[in-house]
């Protein structure tokens, strides 16, 4: 990674600049450029093949692309790793939740990444001690998580038995335990009940308010307008259309992508 670059508007979070991703003849990402703001809840939307999915997992390092660079606040992280992203505050939730059913949804979070502190000579020698006041944190962190999220009741549960919207949450929950700067929601609506909607959209707006930026993928136009500052229309893996929601909706070339007309 190199140091900060000189451009870039002071409000950028996370950039992608000029990002290409093929697989094999397919262009998921075509030269995709775009920002997301510090402090906004900025929607991705575009129909199905649109590259969102590979965008978020470019912005968080899943993905390597095969061109452009990814600037968070203004640093390259265009080759770090997944843990680097995490490590710098970026969470994700995912579009399927990938739970370990047979375990309950305590221990779940518990397994989940998290920040963990260095690994120096000076931490190895206090390994032992500096792991179990750790671990007892840990533990504390995930049952003020699971209360945030409403599913305390439901913590010695397996996750297995959860509603669709009940793993979404736990995904969200997940995610939270790095105290990100930053979360991409993988399309937090697919499969959720309307009251957890509800809730989800309520969390969401809450942490926002606490500081938490968000990129949000998302098919439900309802959840978008509900939540979304600002909202990027991607078509053919790259940006079609920035702007509010009740612009965007109404912009010709959105219509055409989404009824698969050329523009
Ligand atoms: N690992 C992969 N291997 C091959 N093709 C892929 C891979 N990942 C994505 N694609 C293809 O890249 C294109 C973009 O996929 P992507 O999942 O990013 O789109 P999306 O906008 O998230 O779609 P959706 O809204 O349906 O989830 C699609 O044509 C998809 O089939």
Known sequence: MSGPSTSGSALSLLEVRGVA????GLAALDGCSLTLETGRITGLIGPNGAGKTTLLNVMTGLVRPDEGR???SGRDVTAA???????LGVARTFQIVRELGSLTVFE??????????????VASLFGRRKWW??????????KALLERVGLYKLADQQSGGLSGGQKKLLD????LLLEPRLILLDEPGAGVSPPLKLEMIRLVRELNAEGVSFGLVEHDMHLVGELCDHVHVMAEGRLLVS?????VVKDRRVVEAYLGVAA
């Open 108 to 121: 779940n979070l518990l397994l989940a990444p998290r920040r963990q502190s260095g690994e120096g000579v």
């Open 243 to 247: 702007g509010t929601f009740g612009d």
């Open 21 to 24: 991703k093929r697989y094999g």
């Open 70 to 72: 990814v600037l968070l």
């Open 133 to 142: 006041a750790e671990e007892s944190a840990n533990a504390l962190k995930a």
């Open 81 to 87: 790793a997944p843990h680097r992203f995490a490590a």
């Open 172 to 175: 969200l929950a997940r995610a």
